[in-house]
Structures are given as structure tokens and as C-alpha cells.
């Protein structure tokens, strides 16, 4: 009887440190207790694009001719947030004033700055842009916000 | 009568030249192999002296400052080929008069590219990479001096078989 409850605990901590392990893997860049990485996936996918069209412009780009050393690099989420701008900008879902004004708010951020740019107030006020045009509930945008917290865990 | 036949045809064979060029013009369009290497430069860093709003919008925002040790500040330059064909011989080389560069890293890791030289000397980097494929991406991370300005002065250089890189202006340092 011991011996089971001993094996049955050790598999639910085996499993525990898989979970937290895989859950670790999934968040690319974090920031501020921010999964950015999952609000720019569920960005994305609210507006029905590719996570990684969006993230790199073209759906090519091969992961494995990457040469990087750089464990915390966000510049790729920079481009994927200049990127879906753009394509807002195109598809008529925003202004280019709507453009400036977001970067500005995000370069006058404080805390981390990838490019001059605080990524998770980038991502908030993308989220609040979508929400301002009824893409998004303000529930919703707030749930990705809440969510992206876990995922940094 | 051979007049006669030219005015006969000669419309057609317009209408055939046109459409020949079109053709070609087209095809050639849609074969295009060539390379489009860019460079991108970033400056990242933690910034303590401005707040980071807890509002945005309706949206309520949690942000915890807390600077991640031993990573920030550091310049990166980033490579990029974006282009529809792949470019040989690709040199680049990166060096500043003002700028005291030192590697963030000890050397970046450029073999996938078949490096064929990699030297940093005085505070100058050069790279010469046998292969470069479309959607490839080498970074190079450089430790930025006390003044993120100087970054402004950094040279950077690339060039390759079939044509030279375009430099794009650096993300999150003011230039004159």
C-alpha cells in the first residue's frame, strides 16, 4: 500500500515537471510577468491571420537557418507587432495615426525595451485597438492579458 | 506584293511580338532568384526611469519591472535575407570610431552558412559566410557602450556575390 501511494505521488510529481516544463517551452518571450508570445498568437488568430505570417511577414522563413545566440531576443516579436500593423493599416482595421500613436505610447513605456519598445504595452494597446474597432470584446482582450500572465509562469 | 502581305499581317504580328515580351516580362517576373539581404539593428534595454502605465484603454495591465540580469542592455545586428534566391559569398563587416564594441557572446555561431572567416579585432567584427539561403537570419550580439548614441555611428557593411545589403536606420536609439 506504501509502496503504491509512493509510486502514485511520484507520478503526479513526474508529470507535474512535465507539465511546467512543456508550459515553460511554450512561451518564446516573456516580459513583466507577460507571455508576449501568446497575446501575439491570440492577436493573430483574432484577426484570422497566420501566427507565423504575421511573425515574419512571409510564411518561408525556415527556423532552422536561425544563427542566434540571443537567449531573450523580442526583436522578433517587434517585427511581428510592425508587420500585423501593416496589415491593419492595408486591410483598412487602422490609421497610419492609429500606427504612430501605439509605437509612440509603447516607446514612452518603461521596463523592458526591445528596439525602443516595450513589447507587452505594445501588445496591450494592439489588443485595445482591436477592442476600440469591435474586433474584440473588452472581456476577451482582458482574458488574453489575464491568460498571458499563466503562460509566463 | 509584298506589301500586300504586310499590311495582311502586320497587326498580327504585333499582337505575337506583345505577346511574346508579356510572356517573357511575366516569367521572368515569377522566376526572379534573386537575394534581398537587409540589416536590422537593435538596441535593447531595460529602462527604470519611466513608468509603465497599469492602464491601457479599458484594459487593466500588471506589469511587474523587474530587469533581467546579465541580458540587457545589448546592441544587435541582425542579417536577414529576404529575398527569393539565395546569395553566395556574403561578407559583413561592422565597426564604429566612437563605439568601444566588445561581443555579448564570445562568437556567434555561423557555421550552418559554411563561415569561411570570422574575425573581431579592435573592436571591429567581419564575417564571410560561404551560403547564404533564402530566409536565413545571422545575429550578432555586441556588448553597447555607456552612450547608446555612439551606436548611431556604427559602420556596417554587407555585400555579397550578386549584389550589396541595404542597412536599415537602429530601433530604440535617437539619431540625428
Known amino acids: ?153 | 506584293m509584298f506589301k500586300g502581305w504586310l499590311s495582311k499581317y502586320l497587326g498580327e504580328m504585333v499582337r505575337s511580338l506583345i505577346l511574346v515580351i508579356l510572356t517573357i516580362l511575366i516569367t521572368e517576373k515569377l522566376t526572379n532568384k534573386s537575394p534581398n539581404v537587409v540589416v536590422k539593428q537593435y538596441y535593447n534595454s531595460f529602462d527604470s526611469t519611466s513608468a509603465v502605465p497599469n492602464k491601457i484603454g479599458e484594459l487593466v495591465l500588471d506589469y511587474k519591472e523587474e530587469k533581467p540580469t546579465d541580458k540587457l542592455p545589448y546592441y544587435l545586428v541582425t542579417v536577414l535575407n529576404e529575398g527569393n534566391g539565395a546569395e553566395e559569398n556574403l561578407s559583413f563587416q561592422i565597426r564604429s570610431t566612437l563605439a568601444s564594441l566588445a561581443l555579448f557572446y564570445k562568437e556567434p555561431n555561423l557555421k550552418v552558412f559554411g563561415l569561411k572567416q570570422i574575425t573581431f579585432e579592435k573592436g571591429e567584427f567581419f564575417a564571410e559566410l560561404e551560403k547564404f539561403p533564402i530566409g536565413a537570419v545571422a545575429e550578432v550580439a555586441f556588448v553597447p557602450p555607456d552612450n547608446a548614441k555612439s551606436l548611431c555611428d556604427v559602420n556596417i557593411t554587407v555585400a555579397g556575390k550578386t549584389e550589396i545589403g541595404r542597412v536599415e536606420k537602429i530601433r530604440g536609439v535617437e539619431c540625428e
Open chain 1, 1 to 153: 500500500m506504501r509502496v503504491r501511494c509512493i509510486l502514485g505521488i511520484a507520478s503526479l510529481l513526474v508529470l507535474l515537471a512535465i507539465t511546467t516544463f512543456v508550459h515553460a517551452d511554450d512561451c518564446a518571450y516573456r516580459d513583466g510577468g507577460y507571455c508576449v508570445a501568446f497575446i501575439a498568437k491570440e492577436t493573430a488568430k483574432k484577426l484570422s491571420i497566420p501566427t507565423e505570417t504575421a511573425m515574419w511577414g512571409q510564411s518561408r522563413w525556415n527556423k532552422s537557418l536561425w544563427a542566434t545566440d540571443v537567449a531573450m531576443d523580442g526583436t522578433n516579436y517587434l517585427n511581428y507587432y510592425e508587420n500585423l500593423w501593416d496589415q491593419m493599416v492595408k486591410n483598412g482595421k487602422a490609421t497610419i495615426k492609429d500606427r504612430e500613436t501605439t509605437f509612440e505610447e509603447a516607446k514612452k513605456a518603461g521596463g523592458t525595451k526591445i528596439g525602443g519598445v516595450n513589447l507587452v504595452v505594445l501588445a496591450a494597446k494592439t489588443l485595445q485597438h482591436l477592442v476600440d474597432k469591435g474586433a474584440l470584446t473588452k472581456e476577451e482582450a482582458q482574458g488574453i492579458l489575464n491568460r498571458a500572465r499563466s503562460a509566463a509562469q
